[in-house]
């Protein structure tokens, strides 16, 4: 099984930033041939979108065209762990935001990976943008 576990969610101003981070452990996760790491998130009533992966190896990233300029992935291979840095968040960025691991290559066009792709998640951290 592989574990994973986000934290650094919030109560932010619009124009604010956070930093998430999302830790994955178990005792499966060094068998598993994950490709990428990724960010989710869902808003109330809305389904769950795809924001930004990173690949594992290469480091390569992904991104949402509206997180595009604002949002960074990056992480930390020898802490497995992977982050997401917002930047100019606004009120349409609340939402639930959940971690995945992603064990296949991204598409092409179009956003580069949908939900039902994610093998793992991660129980999402609460990210609020607020006046």
């Known amino acids: 099984q592989v574990q994973l576990v986000e934290s650094g969610g919030g109560l932010v101003r619009p124009g604010g930033s956070l930093r998430l981070s999302c830790a994955a452990s178990?005792?499966?996760?060094?068998?598993?041939?994950?490709?990428?790491m990724g960010w989710f998130r869902q808003a109330p009533g809305k389904e769950r979108e795809f924001v930004g992966a990173?690949?594992?190896?290469?480091?390569?990233?992904y991104y949402a065209d509206f997180v595009k300029g604002r949002f960074t992935i990056s992480r930390d291979s020898a802490k497995n762990t992977q982050y997401l840095q917002m930047n100019s968040l606004k009120p349409e960025d609340t939402a639930v935001y959940y971690c995945?691991?992603?064990?296949?290559?991204?598409?092409?066009?179009?956003?580069?990976?949908?939900?039902?792709?994610?093998?793992?998640w991660g129980q999402g951290t609460q990210v609020t943008v607020s006046s």
């Open positions: 178990g005792r499966t996760f060094s068998n598993y041939a994950m490709y990428a």
């Open positions: 990173i690949s594992w190896v290469g480091g390569n990233t």
């Open positions: 995945a691991a992603l064990g296949t290559l991204p598409y092409s066009s179009g956003p580069a990976y949908n939900s039902n792709e994610a093998d793992y």
